[in-house]
């Protein structure tokens, strides 16, 4: 049996391919990696990552000869701080962690040029079958200056996904000017994101610092609490246990006086046993006097959907700019799982048509920080280009619950 033969069998079969990175699985799907025997190979060496971060530091899925350059390596170590960037959870996400052998093994693979045929590595190193520890969990010490909010600890049980939401205060007496938005969070999360409401009425606003789960206890959804979702405006988050997100020299958010936030944690577990979540933020602020820039959150939605049953549509729709100039810095995205492809372009201007923003990945969208923002003057605008696959039975339209679609540009901007 050859190398890779071995991997595809021993490790991939039974850790990544269960549920997960396989045809037909929603994870595959979002995460656009799919492991089954026939398609591994092409799909990762060679093979550009989805990851914006991964991306942009010249990584591959699997880089021949490079494992410190190969995606694939770098979601299989679970050592907190391992990357030096954002590259979403380590992997199998909620499921137990492949042996010290078997990691050893795969990255000789890579080092020894990655080859789909032949035997490149000694089958001895297999033979250790302890498993990586990953250190304690440590919380997130409170900024010097700012607050820090928190989702305490929480059971997920065996074998479920729970993903839940917790409204809090922020308690600032007058208005916070936040440049640094630091996260920190206990392994198998899928997430951790921070909302604001926007027009958000009163009967669906949230009871504070009360859980509110997406799911009951047999897994199905629990619909009145996923009804104030409909009314989020996304104000910070990441897909990776730890997180820094830094606004440019001189740019802050606004957070008004008595301000609140909407905390949204959601974990996966693949294993018989219990697990904890847990998950810190600390919102660093700056005096007003030192904002040059006030940020702002860009909300830009579609709510004319309508899916025919059967079918894949895409849909446009442009966004005109009314202000006299709107400089962007982030860019992300919001579907549910019908959608298949989210790309945003430039209307009008002299960057007429140009592609700055790409996903196929509604679950864990990319947020992509722009080194050299995108001006945009009144007239000009976005345009977001959305492709669907609807496989139901149905017609589906804009909505709140998961059932339904959605189409929404967010960012930052100023």
Partial sequence: MGTF?????QIFATTCTAGCHTQGSPFGQSSGLILDKAVAYANLVGAPPKNAAAKADGLHRVKAFRA??????HKLVIADGHHSASYGSPMPLGGQVITNGELEYIRRWIEAGAPEKGSVVDTSVLAD???????????????????????????????FERELFVYRRVNNATDLYVDRIETRMRTNSHHFLLYTFENIPALIRPAFDVIRDIRHPDGTLNLVNMLPMGFHVFFAGTQTPTSDYRFPSGVALRL????TLDLNSHYVNRTTAPITGEAYVNLHTVPAASVQRVARTLNMGNTDLTLPPRTR?????TFRVSDSTMTIFMLTSHMHERGERFVIKVSGGP???????????????????FTQPIVLRRGEGLTSEITYNNTTDRTIRFGLTSADEMGIIFGYYY
């Fill in 5 to 9: 033969e071995r991997i595809q069998s």
């Fill in 129 to 159: 079958r302890a498993r990586p520890v990953a250190l304690p969990f440590t919380p997130l010490a409170p900024p010097a200056a700012g607050v820090q909010l928190k989702i305490e600890s929480f059971n997920v049980t065996p074998n």
């Fill in 68 to 73: 410190d350059s190969s995606l694939l390596y």
């Fill in 313 to 317: 549509t895409t849909l446009s729709k």
């Fill in 351 to 369: 960057r007429d048509g140009e592609v700055v923003y790409t996903t196929t990945d509604w679950a864990h969208p990319d947020m992509v920080n």
């Fill in 256 to 259: 008004p006086a008595q301000g």
